[in-house]
């Protein structure tokens, strides 16, 4: 089953607007990382998150993180007609010795120029 | 920076060949890789954990006779899709991590089984 869910599946905005996509975890993690990508293509790494962190800024992206409702969110601001692109949170948690890397269900962004 | 290479980017096989992927980390040692898969408009699934000099570690539900994993280096991890059905073709990604940090992506190899 998926560790992360994510909303809203699908979100459409005018270039210039903020886009926020949310995530939701179940169990403990040691961080929350964000991707995106690209149509069949592979993921490039955006930011990471610390289970002892609760908010961080990277460029246009901000992420919170809040560990005692087991979410996060992602905001790009100023978005651009280059944004387009399906973006997932991943939580790294321990598992049997080794982390474990587990992928939300992701949000697919259009920005419309 | 960190780069993993993988290997084909694309590839078509008849039911019941095998194919092998290669997952290559240039800059880097990993002694760990990881195997996803991912069908279309849907998020990645993992299916294993390919541990340098070790049996790799799959989640369950993933077929390790199916799918065999040898990680044989350091920089090396290779995932062969044996006896191949149309319901294996999908899109498999490998990904390392340099220093836990974050993790690096192999651009994705697009398997097709006709």
């Known amino acids: 089953s998926q560790q992360g869910e994510e909303d809203p599946q699908a979100l459409s905005i005018q270039e210039g607007e903020n886009a926020t996509m949310n995530c939701s975890y179940k169990?403990?993690?040691?961080?929350l990382q964000w991707y995106r990508q690209n149509s069949g293509r592979g993921l490039v790494h955006l930011i990471l998150i610390r289970s002892n962190e609760r908010e961080k800024h990277s460029g246009r992206l901000r992420v919170s993180l809040d560990t005692s409702k087991k979410s996060s969110s992602l905001l790009i601001t100023a978005s651009r007609a280059a944004d387009t692109a399906s973006y997932f949170c991943?939580?790294?948690?321990?598992?049997?010795?080794?982390?474990?890397?587990?992928f939300g269900t992701g949000t697919k962004l259009q920005v419309i120029p | 920076g960190a780069v993993v290479s993988q290997h084909p980017s694309r590839v078509i096989c008849k039911s019941g060949t095998s194919v092998k992927i290669e997952c290559r980390s240039l800059?880097?040692?990993?002694?760990?890789m990881f195997w996803y898969r991912q069908f279309p408009k849907q998020s990645l699934m993992l299916m294993a954990t390919s541990n340098e000099g070790s049996k790799a570690t799959y989640e369950q539900g993933v077929e390790k006779d199916k799918f065999l994993i040898n990680h044989a280096s350091l920089t090396l991890s290779t995932l062969t899709v044996t006896s191949a059905h149309p319901e294996d073709s999908s899109f498999y990604i490998c990904?390392?991590?340099?220093?836990?940090?974050?993790?690096?992506f192999g651009s994705g190899t697009r398997l097709t089984v006709v």
């Open positions: 800059d880097f040692q990993a002694t760990t």
């Open positions: 169990t403990s993690i040691n961080n």
């Open positions: 991943a939580t790294v948690a321990n598992s049997g010795g080794y982390q474990k890397v587990t």
């Open positions: 990904s390392a991590s340099k220093q836990g940090n974050g993790y690096t």
